[in-house]
């Protein structure tokens, strides 16, 4: 079992930028791959962001590729996500989630660990 905590969730201006962090509990931390993903009211939880164990791989949807950006601190049990030029459509409960396989996937089925999630808000 690990834990998830997501935080940095809040409300921004379109155009405007938003750092989201993830902090993990336990020993096994590097050997998880990690991923972003949210939901939005109405809609269907999509994979936004998603980084290999080791951090030599990331993957991004289409909608926020060029935009967000995924990055891990395994010495410190970090994840994070650099999201940037956010639009209303970004408006979104973000989560934080593990696959201790270590393979990134886009299917949220795949992860066996989650936060609670951080409500990012976009107005303008």
């Known amino acids: 079992q690990v834990d998830l905590v997501e935080s940095g969730g809040g409300l921004v201006q379109a155009g405007g930028s938003l750092k989201l962090s993830c902090g993990a509990s336990?020993?096994?931390?590097?050997?998880?791959?990690m991923a972003w993903l949210r939901q939005a009211p109405g809609k269907e939880r999509e994979f936004v962001a998603g980084v290999s164990y080791s951090g030599r791989a990331t993957f991004y949807s289409d909608s926020v590729k060029g935009r967000f950006s995924i990055s891990r601190d395994n010495g410190k049990n970090m994840v994070y996500l650099q999201m940037g030029n956010l639009s209303l459509e970004d408006t979104a409960i973000y989560y934080c989630a593990a696959n201790r396989v270590g393979i990134v996937e886009q299917n949220g089925e795949s992860y066996h660990y989650w936060g609670q999630g951080t409500q990012v808000t976009v107005v303008g």
């Open positions: 336990g020993q096994f931390f590097s050997r998880y791959a």
